[in-house]
């Protein structure tokens, strides 16, 4: 079946470094992708979101590329910071009515 | 405040109890949808309403769960006879369900625990 996961369950940077994040999926079909970062205690919040006839985007300090030939997404933080700590969850949107299906999560633990 | 809203925001029951949750999404947001998120994991898809039609059920709604958007704008999710594996995150979401516009916006979530 379908499925969205994450090579790292965690990861620590040091403040102001760069963050990597990785996401492998298995729908070679799914032709839609977004990041969520989810604080303690909140619901997911949107990053950023990319479409399978791009191999990158950029946000403000974000950058999700997508590798459709291995099927890898990443999301790359620039000059990572305290606030940024959370759990990062890649998405695929499936189906008629856009659900969600979530990978696993990475936390990210930023270093002051 | 105009995101999403759930109510209650923690929910202590007994096993067997019935509980009741509700959503109050963004105004005017036509696409509803539950999802269930356990410790450590991301959330899953349980159910997704359009407007008040229920469109779509995971197979992960058993028949103790049911949903309903009766008018289109706030929804409840209600769980009978509640087991201990019914402890969860249960988040509600919304979208405009515009074209190109897929952004869906969660709410805080309520945090059931069956004891």
């Known amino acids: 079946g379908e499925s969205v996961g994450l090579h790292l369950p965690t990861l620590s940077v040091q403040e102001g470094d760069n963050s990597i994040i990785n996401c492998a999926y298995s729908?070679?079909?799914?032709?839609?992708f977004i990041w969520y970062k989810q604080e303690s205690g909140k619901g997911p919040q949107f990053i950023i979101d990319?479409?399978?006839?791009?191999d990158k985007r950029q946000g403000q300090r974000v950058t999700v590329l997508l590798n459709k030939t291995v099927k890898h997404l990443s999301l790359q933080i620039a000059a990572t910071q305290p606030g940024d700590s959370a759990v990062y969850f890649c998405?695929?949107?499936?189906?008629?009515?856009?659900?969600?299906?979530f990978g696993p999560g990475t936390s990210l633990s930023v270093i002051p | 405040d105009t995101g999403v809203s759930q109510n209650p925001r923690h929910k202590i029951t007994k096993r067997g109890q019935n509980v009741t949750f509700r959503c109050d999404p963004i105004?005017?947001?036509?696409?509803l949808y539950w999802y269930r998120q356990t410790l450590g994991q991301g959330p899953e898809f349980l159910t997704y309403?359009?407007?008040?039609?229920?469109?779509?059920k995971s197979r992960l709604l058993s028949d103790r769960f049911s949903a309903e958007r009766p008018k289109g704008s706030f929804s409840t999710l209600e769980i009978q006879r509640t087991e201990q594996g019914d402890s969860a995150m249960y988040l509600c979401?919304?979208?405009?369900?515009?074209?190109?516009?897929?952004?869906?916006?969660f709410g805080p979530g309520t945090r059931l625990t069956v004891l």
């Open positions: 998405a695929e949107i499936h189906g008629a009515y856009d659900k969600v299906i």
């Open positions: 729908n070679s079909a799914s032709d839609y």
């Open positions: 309403f359009q407007n008040e039609a229920q469109l779509e």
């Open positions: 979401a919304s979208s405009s369900g515009l074209a190109g516009l897929n952004e869906q916006f």
């Open positions: 105004s005017e947001h036509n696409r």
């Open positions: 990319i479409r399978s006839n791009m």
